[in-house]
């Protein structure tokens, strides 16, 4: 069964800090992972999608890796800003072996102070 | 584009109570699901659908029905509501062939009294 971690579970930092959330996955057979925000009350709004061919995506001042093989993969946000202050979530989907299924980790409850 | 809509936004219902709530996504997704959040538990798939006529349960269906007629619909339906079914109910999309990436919509808060 698929398990996902994330670490840690919330994370305290000032402004202008580089930082790196972490999440890991028991079952390597995997179609993608994806890095989701959600702010308070809100709903879940995409922020990188990484293949599973794929090594590392990048947007703006967000860089995702993938490590398959070892099961693992970091969110890392540049020059944080109080407005990334979010839970972060991180899913793995199961689609050819488990018909689509997106396996959720816990969190990690970011907050970036000013 | 609307992407993933999702109907009521809110919901208060008393037990025993039946209700749908309401998915629509025009992007030609194949794939939809739904999952419910609770806090301390994280995000849960409920049931997912694989294709027009093709349903499949997840995690945590006990309580729940949906079906799939179209492409484009996906309602969830609660058959006798109980509070335990209080939560955040989160529906999704995704095509395997353009990427596999899901896209959420914006969630139903249900509070069963």
């Known amino acids: 069964k698929q398990e996902v971690t994330q670490i840690p579970a919330a994370l305290s930092v000032p402004e202008g800090e580089n930082l790196v959330l972490n999440c890991s996955f028991t079952d390597s057979a995997i179609y993608n992972l994806q890095w989701f925000r959600q702010d308070p009350g809100k709903g879940l709004t995409s922020l990188l999608l990484?293949?599973?061919?794929?090594r590392e995506q990048t947007s703006g001042r967000l860089n995702a890796s993938l490590d398959k093989s070892s099961g693992r993969s970091t969110l890392y946000i540049a020059a944080s800003q109080p407005g990334d202050s979010a839970t972060y979530l991180c899913a793995v989907s199961m689609i050819y072996n488990q018909g689509g299924k997106l396996i959720f980790g816990q969190g990690t409850e970011l907050s970036v102070k000013p | 584009n609307a992407g993933v809509t999702q109907t009521p936004k809110f919901q208060v219902l008393k037990t025993g109570q039946s209700m749908t709530l309401q998915c629509a996504q025009d992007?030609?997704?194949?794939?939809m699901s739904w999952y419910r959040q609770d806090p301390g538990m994280g995000l849960r798939l409920i049931h997912y659908s694989v294709g027009a006529g093709i349903t499949d349960q997840g995690e945590v269906p006990n309580g729940y029905n949906v079906s799939r007629s179209t492409t484009e619909d996906f309602p969830l339906r609660l058959l006798s509501a109980a509070p335990s079914q209080t939560s955040v109910y989160f529906c999704?999309?995704?095509?395997?062939?353009?990427?596999?990436?899901?896209?959420f919509g914006s969630g139903t808060r249900l509070t069963v009294v």
């Open positions: 990484i293949q599973s061919s794929q």
């Open positions: 999704a999309s995704t095509d395997p062939d353009r990427g596999g990436g899901y896209t």
């Open positions: 992007m030609n997704h194949e794939y």
